[in-house]
């Protein structure tokens, strides 16, 4: 076993350290290719199942009709890696994943980076908000907004695209000082700080000591504000921010 994922029994705190390295962001909704959204409900499912697939579809529609390029888009996946990712979030354990979204065409395309089986080259995946937040691996969706104006969001967009030119892929070593390969937080953030020219706008989180930009860093900035949250399924709330 590689150094780095070796673990040691009397220091809890990097062993979920290891474990956020080990999982990453990891998730199933990698298909790269760009449908046409027009969810629907199948005819014979549970009560539970109907209710996250009505919930599933008005997120969507409204996602599609309010987004901006720009935003920042988030999402809790249900499955074991996801679960284990939201426990490291320092402040709020909503979500597991993020990206930002692009208007292209009309439409927003959201733009983010995962690691593991589900993801095979590592690379910047390019999906429609409906694949992203599929409705069978994720409990939540959100979409944030950054204060600033269009010309600076095209600017770090920018940057974002010259990271997916660059082929950069999947930080699997979690490594901040490294730019040739993300976390898909770590993209987010790097992207809004060099493409703007404002080095840590984010709060940086430590876990056994190591530094890194969590999920809850991108969405908590003083300068991003939530534009929509929902739990697809009601019995899930949604979390509350730790001051």
Request: net charge neutral; with cysteine.
């Amino acid at each position: 076993m590689p150094a780095m994922f070796q673990l040691s029994l009397d220091t809890p705190k990097f062993m979920l350290y290891g474990m956020f390295i080990l999982l990453s962001c990891q998730g199933k909704s990698t298909d790269n290719t760009l449908h046409a959204e027009t969810p629907r409900i199948p005819d014979t499912t549970s009560h539970i199942d109907r209710i996250r697939q009505i919930n599933y579809t008005k997120a969507i529609s409204y996602i599609n009709r309010h987004a901006e390029t720009g935003d920042i888009i988030t999402r809790a996946g249900n499955d074991f890696t996801s679960h284990s990712l939201r426990s490291l979030n320092q402040r709020n354990k909503q979500f597991s994943h993020c990206g930002l979204i692009r208007i292209e065409n009309g439409s927003p395309v959201v733009y983010h980076i995962l690691g593991g089986e589900w993801n095979p080259d590592q690379k910047i995946l390019r999906q429609t908000v409906a694949v992203f937040c599929n409705v069978a691996d994720n409990d939540a969706i959100g979409l944030f907004r950054v204060n600033a104006p269009a010309a600076t969001k095209t600017k770090y967009l920018d940057r974002l695209l010259a990271f997916q030119r660059d082929s950069i892929t999947f930080d699997m070593a979690f490594d901040l000082k490294s730019d040739h390969q993300l976390y898909c937080s770590e993209l987010v953030a790097k992207s809004i700080e060099q493409g703007t020219g404002f080095e840590f706008l984010f709060n940086r989180s430590t876990l056994g000591g190591r530094t890194f930009v969590g999920v809850d860093d991108i969405f908590l900035a003083s300068f991003v504000h939530p534009v929509y949250q929902i739990a697809l399924n009601d019995s899930i709330p949604l979390y509350k921010s730790k001051k």
